[in-house]
């Protein structure tokens, strides 16, 4: 009978388990479609490029305030609440793009969205915490959550130039992401979602929230999340712009110098889940911090051949970095906090995919619009990342309070 009684758990928690890396393939599909998107917007409302932009920066910024301000729903309401809800906003957005006419109702839903998701991605991260057995199974399953993410990254823009060479509008997209979120809102209802034990009488408000920032590991791993962002967003956003018009001997690198970048990102977290199982893990960041590191300085300062070959390429060494920064993180704290500490990674991860690629426009418009200026800006960043990285893997600054967290919240079940 107890056998029988397991083996449904582990069963529930592989049902789980997959709806979180549907949850986040799902909303990656509409994210990172945008750098697609925006062109259209472009023609269809005689946009400039800093009005259509918004649709980037707009969603990122409210991903960002609903995470620091709602992210205490989770530890508040529970896991599966908080998802549902989230999810069934991000539907009512989604489908609204149906009737939608005009550029600023279309941002509108996109901000509301970016609610949405900053909702049921909290929810979801906090769950990872509960259904993993350590904090080293919480860092491996981070990095296949974020590799679905990427798969989502690359089913998002080909479904939208799919529909575009169809004569689809681009707005169908959302309306793709807005069905399979409705399933995902049935499966989970009748999901079985691992409970989260209150350990303390505290408040569980936004008050907890801000108080929690204040706290050196919630900070640490924050500013790193933020530092990687940026490094990551400068690909996506401003890489297209800096090899644009590029005729050298790697033109078809170039060409699919965005895809290859994405691919490798996604593939890369699958490996990372791999690793984390096997190899220290400040190490592994420390290592691949040097590599993307030296993948950004290189490309500033030589030629744009080798620029089309090294920046795709840093994406199989961006991979591991964000899911682990993330799950570390949300590891320093009791899984009853896990809700509060993933907004608080969230605000800062969406500041940095908002922030980033900003200032580095502003950086390359001061410089008569040349966009090597702002990845010089970016390789700042970098570096900063990897000082931080190589600290952390010397002074193992985070090792006590994981080793605590390890032995009072986590179970080691076969």
């Known amino acids: 009978m107890l056998k029988n009684t397991k083996s449904t758990r582990q069963n529930g ?16 599909m509409t994210t990172d479609a945008v750098g697609v998107i925006i062109p259209e917007v472009m023609k269809q409302f005689n946009l400039s490029m800093t009005a259509a932009g918004l ?40 489908y609204m793009f149906l ?16 609610v949405a998701i900053g909702i049921f991605k909290t929810g979801a991260l906090s769950l990872i915490g509960d259904i993993s057995r350590s904090t080293k199974e919480h860092t491996s399953t981070m990095n296949n959550v974020e590799g679905f993410f990427g798969v989502g990254a690359i089913i998002g823009p080909f ?50 929230t801000f108080t929690m920032i204040k ?33 050298g001997p790697f033109l078809l690198m170039a060409t699919y110098a965005l895809p290859i970048f994405f691919i490798l990102r996604a593939g890369g977290r699958f490996l990372g889940a791999w690793m984390m199982q096997r190899f220290n893990w400040a190490g ?22 080798v620029r089309v070959v090294l920046l795709p390429l840093s994406g199989l060494f ?63 960043f970098a570096a900063i990342l990897f000082v931080g990285m190589l600290y952390n893997w010397i002074k193992k600054p985070t090792l006590m309070r994981l080793a605590q967290i390890e032995a009072s ?3 080691h079940e076969n």
């Not at 609903?66 to 549902?84: E, N, P, Q, V």
């Not at 950004?296 to 030589?302: G, L, R």
């Open 284 to 305: 592994v960041l420390a290592v691949f911090s040097l590599l993307i590191f030296l993948c950004f300085s290189i490309s500033v300062f030589t030629d744009a051949s």
């Open 318 to 380: 961006m991979s591991v970095i964000y899911p682990t920064i993330n799950s570390k993180g949300i590891s320093c704290f009791p899984k009853v906090q896990g809700g509060a500490v993933a907004g608080i990674i969230l605000f800062f991860t969406a500041a940095g995919a908002a922030l980033g690629p900003l200032a580095m426009g502003v950086i390359s418009d001061a410089f008569g619009s040349q966009a090597i200026y702002g990845f010089m800006l970016a390789t700042v």
């Open 409 to 411: 919240e986590y179970t």
């Open 99 to 114: 009737v939608g006419k005009s550029f600023g109702f279309f941002l509108a839903l996109l901000m509301i969205s970016g």
């Open 159 to 208: 479904i939208v130039t799919y529909f575009l060479s169809k004569g689809v509008e681009w707005q169908y997209l959302y309306v793709v992401a807005a069905t399979i979120s409705v399933v995902l809102i049935v499966m989970a209802m009748f999901a079985r979602y691992p409970k989260t034990i209150k350990t303390s009488e505290e408040p569980i408000n936004l008050k907890r």
């Open 55 to 94: 649709l980037h920066y707009g969603p990122m910024i409210a991903i960002a305030i609903a995470g620091i301000s709602l992210g205490f729903l989770a530890d508040k309401l529970g896991r599966k609440a908080t998802i549902i809800i989230g999810l069934m906003l991000f539907v009512l957005s989604s």
């Open 215 to 247: 706290d050196p590991f919630a900070l640490g791993f924050s500013l790193a999340a933020f530092l990687y962002v940026s490094v990551e967003a400068a690909i996506y956003v401003w890489m297209p712009t800096l090899i644009f018009g590029y005729d």
């Open 13 to 28: 928690l592989v049902v789980v388990k997959w709806l979180t890396y549907m949850m986040f393939l799902m909303f990656a």
